[in-house]
Antibody, heavy 122, light 108 residues
């Protein structure tokens, strides 16, 4: 069964960093990009960026450029998203999702993780 | 960056009625890269439509995507009780992905 399994909920203080993991199963890890999307309470979906598990290459949304780092560990087939200098505005559910790397394809997000709630509170 | 604007913000309809959701882009989008998602409370989004008009695996044929250029539409021909949810359009362009702000379809 193809799935993405994320790490558990986190509570952080303002100014801290958080690192969320995403572990795919049921397919070849390096064949698909991993994306990170967040959703603040009661709000819409916001794309943060993506990583190529094959090359490690990343592309970030401009809004997060200076605060987000996406990495992967091919030895254990896991992807990570680290967000630094947290504020209360970063309280959200963080999802990972995958797309094919084939640019002639639709590049739609066909599989999503279950989401990780990150709460930033003093 | 391409901005997607969805309308209406909320659509109040009864089961069995037809729903028409709009997604307008600030500049032309390749149909290949336009997708629609459904999200229910407490759940991750689910892919409904990709390539503007292709249904994802397991999606009922009451869901239809159409459009091109800057105007795209998701139509639900006859609303089933399980269809009341929030719907997002999404596009890819210039190595960036963006979402619309969503349309909530709720029960009238």
């Amino acid at each position: 069964q193809v799935q993405l399994v994320q790490s558990g909920a986190e509570v952080k203080k303002p100014g801290a960093s958080v690192k969320v993991s995403c572990k795919p199963s049921g397919y070849t890890f390096t064949d698909y990009y991993i994306h990170w999307v967040r959703q603040a309470p009661g709000q819409g979906l916001e794309w943060m960026g993506r990583i190529s598990p094959k090359s490690g290459g990343t592309r970030y949304a401009q809004k997060f450029q200076d605060r987000v780092t996406m990495t992967r560990d091919t030895s254990i087939s896991a992807a990570y998203m680290e967000l630094s200098r947290l504020s209360s505005d970063d309280t959200a559910v963080y999802y990972c999702a995958r797309t094919t790397t084939v640019t002639t394809s639709s590049l739609a997000f066909d599989i999503w993780g279950q989401g990780t709630m990150v709460t930033v509170s003093s | 960056e391409i901005v997607l604007t969805q309308s209406p913000g909320t659509l109040s309809l009864s089961p069995g009625e037809r729903a028409t959701l709009s997604c307008r882009a600030s500049q032309s989008v390749s149909s290949t890269y336009l997708a629609w998602y459904q999200q229910k409370p407490g759940q991750a989004p689910r892919l409904l439509i990709y390539g503007a008009s292709s249904r994802a695996t397991g999606i009922p044929d009451r869901f239809t995507g159409s459009g091109s250029g800057t105007d795209f539409t998701l139509t639900i021909s006859r609303l089933d009780p399980e269809d009341f949810a929030v719907y997002y359009c999404q596009q890819y362009g210039s190595s960036l992905w963006t979402f619309g702000q969503g349309t909530k379809v709720d029960i009238k």
